[in-house]
């Protein structure tokens, strides 16, 4: 994704209707990330998603009703596996460790098999959730047994459509190819798997 991007973001001076759905979004004097200035090419589906609800300062689908540290576990998890690079820079160079997350536990999301010690049964199981579905789609019957044994039907509902939001987002990414945001010192945070330390 370090080509230049496909679908370039609203320029400056932003429209006032633009201006004002990025000013719910985001912190007075902080410059909004490029997947939202490109989403923001379509005016009228962008003042949509923020007017909605759908989209918010945390995010997508965050309606409080998922701790914010499984939340923010199973959107970077689901990063992972859709390999978007991009949104995971966004989420840890922002808002992960605000939303609960440790430096350990976000280094250790990227791995194929993440330490049951940095993480909680809920956390674990939903990672499990998202391996099954991003890349093909299913849910083994041992995944849902492990989730069904931590997760009421209700929050296995609404953590799927998470899921499925976020890939969607890694789908949009594939095709516009926004330039990575840098909020931090230093290269961006790649969501790629890595090995076990």
Not at 15 to 21: D, F, K, N, R, V
Not at 72 to 88: Q, S
Not at 117 to 128: E, G, I, N, T
Request: charged residues 15%; proline residues 8%.
């Amino acid at each position: 994704m370090d080509a230049a991007p496909r679908i370039a973001p609203a320029a400056q001076p932003l429209s006032p209707a633009l201006a004002g759905a990025l000013g719910k979004l985001m912190p007075a004097g902080r410059p909004a990330p490029q997947l939202f200035l490109t989403v923001g090419r379509n005016e009228g589906l962008f003042a949509f998603l923020v007017d909605s609800g759908l989209l918010g300062p945390t995010g997508l689908l965050d309606r409080g009703a998922i701790a914010r540290p499984l939340r923010e576990c199973v959107i970077l998890r689901t990063c992972v596996a859709a390999g978007n690079d991009y949104e995971f820079n966004l989420h840890v160079q922002t808002i992960s460790e605000r939303m609960g997350l440790s430096a350990a536990q976000i280094d250790d999301v990227r791995r194929p098999h993440p330490a049951a010690a940095l993480w909680s049964a809920h956390q674990l199981a939903a990672m499990r959730l998202v391996d099954g579905l991003v890349p093909g789609l299913r849910v083994d019957d041992a995944t849902f047994a492990a989730c069904e044994a931590v997760f009421t039907e209700a929050e296995l509902i609404e953590l799927t459509q998470v899921v499925g939001l976020y890939t969607g987002v890694a789908m949009f990414v594939a095709l516009a190819r926004p330039a990575f945001d840098s909020y931090r010192a230093g290269p961006p945070v790649r969501a790629s798997l890595t090995a076990a330390a």
